[in-house]
DNA sequence: TATGAATGAGATTTCATTCAT
DNA sequence: GATGAATGAAATCTCATTCAT
C-alpha cells in the first residue's frame, strides 16, 4: 500500500532498477535511445513487464538513465576539482576519463528525442546547473593558473567538451582508442593558453547554454 | 521496362529523384536516418510510391543520399585546393563551410545503421578515398606552409574533422551560430604549427580509418 | 494447507475476502466485469496476491460477487414477501430498492463473459431457481390482488426487471434520480391491471428463462 | 497530396471503410466496444493496418460508428414522422425496429467508455441534438392525438426508450424475440394515455438530459 | 508513371497470474 | 498469510513495402 513515492524499493526490486540503468546506458551509449525496450530489458536480464512496471514508458527510462548520469559526472567533477593537482589537469581528466559525460552530453545534447524528454525535468535541470557550476569555477582557477586560455568561458568549455566526447564510433577506425586520444589531445591543445587566435564574440558563459 | 541502369530518366522521373534527395539530406540530417519513409516522400511532395519507384528501400535511398553528399565534398575539397590563398586556408574554410562535409560524417561515421549500408559500396568507397586523397594532399601542403602542426596525419585531421562538424543541436544554445564558430576556432587552434604538447602514438593517414 | 472447503476462515481473511467482494461489487457495476484485477485489489484495500489466493482467478470472482448478490437478492425477496402489505407492493419495492438485483441482473443477463462463466455454476442455478420461485409466488398473488394484468408470468416480469434495473449513468442526466425514478414508474403502470393492450404470444413463466 | 479532409475518399477506400464501420457495429452491440481491434478487421475482411489507417485509434472508430448509427436513428424518426399513421405510432415504430436506436443508446448512454469518448464530439452533439427535436415533436403531437400521456416529456421518453432498447441477451431466454416484443408491449402500455399513475416530479425535456 | 491504399511483421504497452520476500 | 514484484502472452499501434487505381 506503499503509494508514497519515497518508500524505498524492495531489495529485490532495487536490484532490478538498477541492473535496467545499467543495461540501458550501455545500449543507449552505442546504439541510441530508439532501442527495442524488450532489447533493454533482455540485455538487464528480466522481463519486458518488469521494466515498465519500473519505468512506465521510454520516456521515463531515459529520463532516469540521464539523471544517474548526470549524478555520476556531478560526483567526478567534485572529486577531480579537489583531487587533481591543477583546476586545468581536473578538466582534462574529466575529458579523457568522461564515459559518463559522455552519455550525458548525448543524452542532453545530442539527440533531438532526448532533448525533449529532458528539457523541462526538474532534476534534470538542477543536476545540469550544480555540473555548469562546478566547471565554471574548474574554468576560472584554470585561467587563473594560466593554463587555460582567457578568452573563453564555461560555455565555452561544455561546448568544446560535448563536441569532444561525441565517441567516434570504433567501426571505422583502424586503431580507435588511440585516434581518440590523440583527437582530443589536439582540441585540448586549442584551449591552452600561449599564442591563440582571436575568437569572435565573447565568453559564452554558463547561462549561454539553453 | 528499361533495364539498362544507364538510359537516362526522363525530366520529371529525373525532379522527382532530385527533390527526393534534396528533402532526404535535410530530414537525415536533422533526424537520423530512422524516419518513416512517408515524412521522406511528404517533404519531397511526392507519394511514397514515386519514392519506392525510385530507390527500392530505404537503404538504396541512404546510399544515394551518401554518394550525392561525398560528391559534394570532393567538389568543395578540390575546388578550395585551387582557390584557396594556402591549403591550410582551404582546410579551414572546409570546414567552416563544410554542411555537406556534416552530413557525409553522419552517415558515414556516426550511425552504426548507415554505416553498416555504407561500407560496402564501391561507390561510396571510391568516393571517400578521392576525398581522403584531396586533404591528404592539403595536409602534406598545410605543413610544408608551416601552418599546420607536424605531428598528425590525414587520419588524425579527418577525425578531427568529424568531431569539429557534428553540430551542436541549436535547441542547446543561445546563440548558436557563434557557439559553433567559436568551438571551431578553437579546436583549429589545436592544430595549429607552434608550441604544442606531444601526442601520443603516430601520426594517423588515410589509411588508418576502415 | 486447509483443502477442506468447509474449514471456516480465519477473521482477518473472511475480512478480506468481505472487502474484497464489496470492492469487486462496487466495480463490476460501475465498469462492467473486465476491470483490472490490480483496480480491484487496490479498491479492496488489499494486494493483488491476497485476492488471487482468495479467489484462484477472475471467473471464481465473479462467481463469488454473484452468489452474494443473488443470497442478497433472495433475503431481500423474502422479506419483502412477508413484509409488504401486498404482493404487488412487494414486486414494487423490489424494483425501486434494487440495487442488487440490478447488479444480478447485470452480471447474470447483461455481460456475455459473465454469462458465461455463470450459466453452469450450480450454487449460482440454485439460488436463481430460488429467487423466480418467489417472484412466481408475488406474482400469483399480485394478480389474484388485481392489481398486476393476468396476461404475464414471471417471465415476463423477470425480463421487464431486467430492463429496468439497468440503471442509467448518471453522467447523461441533469436529474439522474428523478428520471430513474419516473422511467420505473412508467413501466410499472405498463404492469398494471386494468385497461392493456393485448400482449402478443403467451405469458412467459419462470422456466421459460434459459 | 489530399491533405483536405474534404477530399472524397478513393472507391476501394470508401468500400473498406463503409465495411469497417459495418463489422464494428455489429460487433460492438453483440460485444460492447472493447472488442480487439484486430478482430474487428478480420470481420470486416481487411488487414488492421487497413483498419488503422482508416481510424486512427479506437475512439476514432467508436466516434465514426455513433456518429453513422445517430444518423441513421435521425433518417429513420423523420420518415416515421411522415410516414406514420399517426405521432403515437411513429414512436411505437422507432422503439420496435430500433436496431439503430439500440446502439446509438448502448454507445451515448450505457457503456462509460464510450460516454467519454462521444460527450464532447461536436457531430454527435449535433444529430442528438436533432434527433431530440424530432422525438420532441412527436411526443408534442402524439399527446395532442390523446395516444401519450400527459405528464411526459421529450427527456421522459428518451430515458424509456434507452430501458427499452437495451436488447436482452437471447442467450438468456428460451423465446427471445417474444420475450422482446412483450416487455416492450408492456412498457408501452406505460406510457399510453388513460387511467394512469401520477408520476413523481416534472416532465422532463429534452434539455434536461446531459 | 504517380499516387496513396492495403498489408502484416514488429514495436510498444497492458494485465492476468505466479512467486519471492 | 499478506504483499507487491516479476513474468510473458495478448492487445494496441506503427511503418516498410507492395499493389490496385
Redesign the interface.
Known sequence: ?SADPETPLRADAQRNRDQIIAAARVIFA???P?VPMEEIARAAGVGVGTLYRRFPDRDALIRAVAVDNFAGVLDNAKRLSVEAPSAWEALVQLLYHGAELQLSMQL???S?RA?EIL?DDPEVAHLREAVLLEVDDLVVRAQAEGALRKD?GA??VA??F???V?Q??A?????PE??????I????????A????P???RP?GKD???
Chains 1, 2, 3, 4 share one sequence.
Open positions: 500500500m552505442s546504439h541510441g530508439e542532453a545534447m545530442l533531438q532533448h528539457k573563453v560555455g565555452d561546448v568544446v560535448a563536441r569532444i561525441r567516434l564510433p567501426h571505422r577506425l583502424k586503431t588511440l585516434a581518440t586520444a590523440r583527437s589531445a589536439i582540441m585540448i591543445d586549442g584551449l591552452r600561449g599564442p591563440v587566435t575568437l569572435p564574440g559564452l549561454d547554454l539553453i
